[in-house]
T-cell receptor, first 116, second 114 residues
Framework: EPEVTQTPSHQVTQMGQEVILRCVPI?????FYWYRQILGQKVEFLVS????????KSEIFDDQFSVERPDGSNFTLKIRSTKLEDSAMYFC??????????????FGPGTRLTVL | AQSVTQPDIHITVSEGASLELRCNYSYGATPYLFWYVQSPGQGLQLLLKYFSGDTLVQGIKGFEAEFKRSQSSFNLRKPSVHWSDAAEYFCAVGARGGADGLTFGKGTHLIIQP
């Protein structure tokens, strides 16, 4: 069964450093998403991406964040200058372009980012 | 804006007993509704979803949920829980059409007593 994969599973970085989180969505999916989950809290939407551009972003997704689909398979989230409060689990998700806007998203296992 | 409320932060159930996890949503039209399960240190697994049609939907692992428009609810049920059901359960709502992200509730932590 096809699945969303994410690397690395755990990333430790120093405050102020840049990090890139990587995701490989399911191959025939066209919408891509990033979410984050701060420890013990709910999952929060960051950004959606379609047709090589951002479709929607939340207020969390400020200028420190960027997304890119550098090739036909990878989808990345970059945090330019990490802050302590960026420590969280980051989930990538993807969905197929379904009929009538059906919105079933498949999630990856997550990358745990720890900012020291 | 849409929102999801899961009023129970923790629920403890004895193994073999029935389970109901509550979820209420706020959305201007008929939403897409989902239940996801998250085991410790794991990602999110889709249990079931409601898009349209029959308001009682069946999912994996013996779970079901019922969409009640009049109550803006989408409660998750299971007739007999197993120890392996211990996990965090998230209800989520999605908008129809477009690329909107899902809005999640805060989750309910399910504890199974032997």
């Amino acid at each position: 069964e096809p699945e969303v994969t994410q690397t690395p599973s755990h990333q430790v970085t120093q405050m102020g450093q840049e990090v890139i989180l990587r995701c490989v969505p399911i191959s025939n999916h066209l919408y891509f998403y990033w979410y984050r989950q701060i420890l013990g809290q709910k999952v929060e939407f960051l950004v959606s991406f379609y047709n090589n551009e951002i479709s929607e972003k939340s207020e969390i997704f400020d200028d420190q964040f960027s997304v890119e689909r550098p090739d036909g398979s990878n989808f990345t989230l970059k945090i330019r200058s990490t802050k302590l409060e960026d420590s969280a689990m980051y989930f990538c998700a993807s969905r197929q372009l379904g009929l009538a806007g059906v919105n079933e998203q498949f999630f990856g296992p997550g990358t745990r980012l720890t900012v020291l | 804006a849409q929102s999801v409320t899961q009023p129970d932060i923790h629920i403890t159930v004895s193994e073999g007993a029935s389970l109901e996890l509550r979820c209420n949503y706020s959305y201007g039209a008929t939403p897409y509704l989902f239940w996801y399960v998250q085991s410790p240190g794991q990602g999110l697994q889709l249990l079931l979803k409601y898009f349209s049609g029959d308001t009682l939907v069946q999912g994996i692992k013996g779970f079901e949920a019922e969409f009640k428009r009049s109550q803006s609810s989408f409660n998750l049920r299971k007739p007999s829980v197993h120890w392996s059901d211990a996990a965090e359960y998230f209800c989520a709502v999605g908008a129809r059409g477009g690329a909107d992200g899902l809005t999640f509730g805060k989750g309910t932590h399910l504890i199974i007593q032997p």
